[in-house]
């Protein structure tokens, strides 16, 4: 474990490139040049073979930003250029044949814009007043991999123009056969969510479990559970805080949607639903000195400092730093929170190596109370309860959290990189981590209180190495990637509870819960290689992924003296294959993917059946999708089509064995829309239908029953408008909507849907040349009261009306 630590603590790093590479050289006075401003990297990668030849291009006038997102993904090409460069331009149309140094040419027309070509279809925009002659000219600077850059921002700013797909790196959203979201920081500002919970909820396929103001904050995606601590930090799993993760020093929230065991790895819990990525910030090319002021009802203040900075020779070095404090009372009546974060964030951009080493230090304390989650007593479906009202007084909760993070990756050759990124993470808790629960709650609102006192400990450390590359054969590109990863988890969890009578409308005086004694009870680790090619053919119009994952899956379990009590040792093969074509000139693609996701196999406990002992091999979660994206260059649509079957242990009683031969299907469709439909008015959000049955059930019982906790209709919907009486006021309203949901397996009781309406407003302005924004939001604006959603068995009780104040100063 130390040296381990002292590896990690020496290890730089860097977010790793896709498989889609850029082999293009610069002079250093030019990389300079580009390095000092804002750069967009608005494509991927052409293939190493790609020749200067005509091609059709069709592209209507337009504000140059998007057109130029439009010619790059039509040519293949890519462009660098400062964001400042293009504002408020418009391009010139342009169709027919031509080679893409003079399509570029065409659109560009009257801009005032130079082009400076860099070889393998890469061009650089400047200001046509830029002396590029005055540049000095040294030896050439080869720069490989700028694809792990993360990419430029949609329309609109809520999201980005693509995402990173596990070992695949980042790709632009056309060219992903994979249904994916990407939440930008503004996004994240602008909503003032500072957990990641919060930030996922204006995608329809996303909902939080827990309520609202505990320290948890799990997820269903696409009908299947996801674990707070099963999100990746840059593509690795196994390195982000245990229980939440403070947004403030996220540049995105990344979200997945299916299995990833091909993509990502087998995540430490076996969450198959989706793979929820974080991207942490980086120093940008412009300084950042930022402040933000919060205020939360019922006086909760807070302070976030975000500072960073470029320096160094051709501003290679970067840092970047976020400081949080907040202090005050939550939702609850009388529960406090009191919540600090510390982060660093260091970064080197070289010609041929790029590394980033990240650090943070996350505390969260809350006391004098809990949010309250229960079951209900079988026929019985009492009132949700105010919301406020503090059913466990005594509860306490404690998370601390630390990592440090590092990887880099260095170009070989043009072709040719290698990439390694490591990490580890320690995590503390103890008191009321679940929340306060309640079992069997009647009409009357009588139900048995339940205080479970938690301690715990996690200790992980998680290594990623391997090199992507391209090559051709023929006509045909290939992109490919060889990774192998290993996660080690040392855990410790131990709980002690109490019951007592209680009612949900007027609670009795809590038990107090002693902390119990927490001891090693478990070890797993987590080894696989993997392997991927993604083709590509005809100017990236077709673009064919196929790849495997060797899994290994090994876990120890402890009792308190020490001694194994259960071992678990398996492997399993999981494939992939994922299509995308471009049939039209129109910015459209057709995509379509089988993938599976892997969770640890079960072992037959019961003493009495004929396979007792018996130890089955990782469970594979299938999934089949296809879908459609269109973008216009301001609105981005998906509509998908996907099933997912899981599969779970059943007993045949006439063998008397058990067999992992039972399965919950989700079969659903997805609609996602996202961008700005006019100048100033800007849209997020979706709908999505989902079918969650179990099909293969012990004597074929449960055959046809929906699964618990899955609506069968999900929406969001987000606008944001830019007043016309004054563009720095700008006005926003959300409705988020979720179907009703069985709570039990025999489905005989099920929580009503429900429809929450959120509100909120910002203003923009300067005061002392300094821009100042105001933020507000509104949450529940209606104060509606409703059960929420469905976990194990137990239902939580949405969040009331509460207020969000922000004042934030950029320097």
Not at 366 to 376: E, I, K, W
Request: charged fraction near 20%; proline fraction near 4%.
């Amino acid at each position: 474990m130390k040296s381990f630590r002292q590896w990690c603590l020496a290890l730089s790093a860097c977010r790793p490139a896709s498989a889609s590479q850029a082999c293009f050289t610069l002079k250093p006075g030019l990389l300079s040049t580009l390095l000092a401003s804002s750069i967009s990297v608005l494509a991927m990668a052409s293939p190493a073979h790609a020749q200067e030849a005509a091609q059709s291009f069709n592209i209507p006038a337009q504000s140059l930003s998007s057109a130029l997102r439009n010619f790059s993904r039509q040519s293949g090409s890519q462009l660098l250029f400062s964001d400042t460069l293009v504002e408020g331009k418009t391009s010139q149309p342009i169709s027919g044949n031509y080679t893409p140094h003079d399509a570029l040419e065409r659109i560009l027309a009257g801009s005032r814009i130079q082009i400076l070509a860099s070889g393998n279809k890469v061009f650089t925009l400047l200001a046509a007043s830029a002396d590029s002659a005055s540049l000095t000219t040294l030896s050439a600077v080869t720069v490989v991999g700028s694809s792990s850059e993360a990419p430029a921002a949609y329309a609109g700013g809520q999201i980005a123009s693509g995402s990173r797909v596990g070992m695949l790196g980042n790709k632009d959203v056309m060219d992903t056969p994979f249904s994916t979201t990407s939440f930008t920081s503004e996004y994240i500002e602008n909503q003032q969510a500072t957990s990641v919970a919060e930030v996922l909820r204006h995608d329809p396929s996303v909902r939080s479990v827990f309520p609202q103001g505990g320290l948890g904050e799990h997820t269903y995606v696409r009908g299947f559970w996801t674990q707070s601590h099963e999100l990746a930090w840059n593509g690795l799993f196994g390195l982000v805080p245990h229980n939440r993760t403070s947004t403030e020093l996220l540049e995105r929230v990344e979200v997945l949607k299916g299995p990833g065991a091909l993509l990502s790895g087998m995540s430490l819990s076996g969450s198959v639903g989706g793979v929820v990525n974080l991207v942490p910030k980086r120093a940008t090319a412009d300084p950042i000195t930022r402040f933000t002021t919060t205020l939360k009802s019922h006086n909760n203040v807070g302070g976030h400092i975000d500072f960073g900075r470029r320096f160094g020779e051709d501003d290679k070095f970067g840092v970047r730093i976020n400081g949080v404090k907040a202090d005050g009372n939550l939702d609850v009546h009388g529960q406090r929170e009191n919540r600090s974060l510390g982060a660093i964030a260091l970064d080197y951009q070289g010609d041929r190596l790029r590394a980033s080493l990240d650090l943070y230090d996350i505390n969260e304390k809350q006391r004098g109370g809990a949010p309250f989650l229960t079951s209900f007593a079988l026929g019985e479906f009492p009132a949700p309860p105010n919301p406020k009202t503090n059913t466990l007084p005594n509860a306490y909760s404690n998370s601390a959290s630390k990592a440090i993070i590092g990887s880099a990756e260095f170009d070989i050759t043009d072709n040719w990189t290698a990439f390694v990124m490591g990490g580890t993470k320690n995590q503390k808790g103890s008191g009321y981590l679940n929340n306060a629960f309640g079992q069997r709650a009647k009409e009357n609102g009588d139900y048995t209180a339940l205080g479970m006192n938690i301690k715990n400990y996690f200790d992980v450390n998680a290594l990623e190495m391997g090199t992507r590359g391209e090559f051709s054969t023929g006509s045909i590109a290939h992109h490919v990637v060889l990774s192998a990863n290993m996660i080690t988890q040392e855990s410790g969890a131990t709980a002690a509870s109490k019951a007592w009578a209680s009612n949900l409308y007027d609670p009795a005086p809590p038990l107090d819960v002693d902390e119990p004694a927490v001891y090693k009870t478990g070890k797993t680790t987590l080894s696989s290689l993997a392997l991927a090619d993604t083709l590509s053919a005809f100017d990236d119009r077709l673009l064919l992924t196929a790849g495997m994952r060797f899994q290994r899956v090994q876990q120890k379990g402890f009792n308190a003296s020490g001694a194994v009590t259960d071992r678990y040792d398996e492997h399993a093969l999981t494939p992939a294959i994922a299509l995308v074509i471009k049939p039209w000139d129109a910015p459209v693609s057709l995509y379509a993917n089988y993938i599976e996701g892997l969770s640890q196999g079960g072992s037959v406990s019961d003493a009495s059946a004929a396979n007792f002992g018996e130890v089955f091999s990782p469970y594979k979660t299938k999934q089949y999708e296809v879908g459609v994206k269109w973008d216009n260059d301001t609105v981005l649509n998906t509509v998908s089509l996907f099933q997912i079957a899981k599969p779970s242990m059943t007993k045949n009683e006439a063998t008397n064995t058990y067999k992992p031969d039972g399965e919950q299907r989700n079969r659903g469709i997805e609609w996602t829309i996202a961008g700005e439909l006019n100048p100033g008015l800007r849209i997020l959000g979706g709908v999505v239908y989902t079918d969650a049955v179990s099909t293969k059930t012990n004597g074929g019982l449960l055959n046809g029953k929906q699964a618990i906790g899955v609506p069968r209709w999900n929406s969001s919907l987000g606008l944001e408008w830019d007043t016309i009486w004054n563009r720095n006021l700008t006005l926003s309203a959300s409705a988020m909507h979720s179907g009703s949901q069985w709570v039990d397996t025999q489905n005989t009781q099920k929580i009503p849907s429900w429809t929450r309406l959120d509100l909120g407003l910002r203003y923009s302005t300067k005061i002392a040349s300094n821009k100042v924004t105001f933020r507000a939001n509104v949450i529940n604006a209606t104060d509606k009261r409703y059960w929420s959603s469905v976990w194990n068995g137990s239902t939580s009780i949405g969040a009331p009306r509460s207020y969000r104040l922000s004042m934030q100063i950029d320097f």
